[in-house]
Nanobody, 124 residues
C-alpha cells in the first residue's frame, strides 16, 4: 500500500508556471505506475498525465501535451508535475494516484491509491 500527499498548488497568473509534488510513503512506490488527475468545479475528474514505474514511458491528455511534464524520483519517492503556460481552464484540484499492474498508455485505467489533492487556480 502507498500513501500520497500532494503539494505545490497555489494561485498563479495565466502564462505562468507551477510545479506540483506528490510525496509517497511505502517501499513499493517504485513499482507503481503514477498519474496526475484534476477536477474542476462542476466537472468530472479527468486524466492529466501518467508515468511508468521507472519513468521510461509517459502519457498525456491532449489538453496539456506540450505544456505539462510528469516526472518521478524513485529515490525520493516523489512524483512531480511541471506545468507551464498555464491557462484559466487549468484551474482545478489536482490529484496524484498510484496504479498496480503493467504500463499502458491509457487514460481510462483504474488507479488504486489517491492523494487528497492540491488546489491550482489560474487567474486571467
Amino acid at each position: 500500500q502507498v500513501q500520497l500527499v500532494e503539494s505545490g498548488g497555489r494561485l498563479v497568473q495565466a502564462g505562468g508556471s507551477l510545479r506540483l509534488s506528490c510525496a509517497a510513503s511505502g517501499r513499493t512506490f517504485s513499482t507503481y505506475t503514477m498519474g496526475w488527475f484534476r477536477q474542476a468545479p462542476g466537472k468530472e475528474r479527468e486524466f492529466v498525465a501518467a508515468i511508468s514505474w521507472n519513468g521510461g514511458y509517459t502519457y498525456y491528455a491532449d489538453s496539456v501535451k506540450g505544456r505539462f511534464t510528469i516526472s518521478r524520483d524513485n529515490a525520493k519517492i516523489t512524483l512531480y508535475l511541471q506545468m507551464n503556460s498555464l491557462k484559466p481552464e487549468d484551474t482545478a484540484v489536482y490529484y496524484c494516484a498510484a496504479r498496480r499492474g503493467l504500463w499502458s498508455a491509457n487514460a481510462n485505467l483504474e488507479y488504486h491509491y489517491w492523494g487528497q489533492g492540491t488546489q491550482v487556480t489560474v487567474s486571467s
